[in-house]
């Protein structure tokens, strides 16, 4: 396979926080912001690999802020490094306030990828 920047596989996706993704607290449950980034990193991998993925391990979440109801999400992903059979994929989600326009990063992580043969 042939070298690739990591450009090329920059995938982006944004979602409104709605009261059935939250918990008591008016947040978005960790469990629904991790098949967020689960999804967003498999669409990255595949545009990278041209080849089915599945998500092999996770390297670290680490929750930053939380993401409140009514609020949006901007999750981006790319692949950061790549092997024989494997890849790295980091992952961003930024929480906006649409109402003020305040922005900030909420989550970061990295996964391991495998190729599907």
Not at 57 to 83: M, Q, R, W
């Amino acid at each position: 396979m042939e070298a690739k920047p990591c450009i090329n596989s920059l995938t982006v996706k944004n979602s409104h926080v709605l009261p059935p993704d939250t918990n008591s607290h008016g947040t978005l449950f960790g469990g629904q912001l991790m098949a967020y980034i689960d999804d967003v990193g498999a669409i990255a991998a595949t545009r990278h690999a041209r080849m089915p993925v599945v998500t092999a391990s996770t390297d670290s979440v680490d929750f930053l802020h939380p993401v409140k109801e009514g609020n949006t999400i901007c999750l981006e992903a790319f692949v950061t490094y790549t092997h024989r059979t494997s890849m790295e994929v980091f992952v961003k989600a930024i929480t906006e306030n649409l109402l003020t326009g305040e922005r900030q990063v909420c989550t970061t992580a990295f996964f391991n990828v495998c190729w599907v043969r």
